[in-house]
């Protein structure tokens, strides 16, 4: 990622599921951001292994 590079959007989580970011930001005296971006560069590998939905059997 640019260092530099920073853009601003919104994301959307459940309400406990925030509440467990928020407490971990809190714990590692770290930004929400911070925790999410660590978050992904973790799982991202896992990640890209999902189907696609593009790859999915159709259901007829």
């Known amino acids: 990622m640019a260092g530099s590079d920073k853009r601003k959007q919104s994301l959307y989580f459940p309400e406990e599921m925030l509440k467990e970011i928020q407490e971990e930001a809190a714990r590692q005296d770290r930004s929400l951001s911070w925790i999410v971006q ?3 560069r973790i799982a991202r590998t ?3 292994k999902f189907p696609s939905i593009n ?4 259901d007829e």
């Open 55 to 58: 790859d999915l059997p159709d």
């Open 38 to 40: 660590k978050a992904w």
């Open 46 to 48: 896992d990640i890209q």
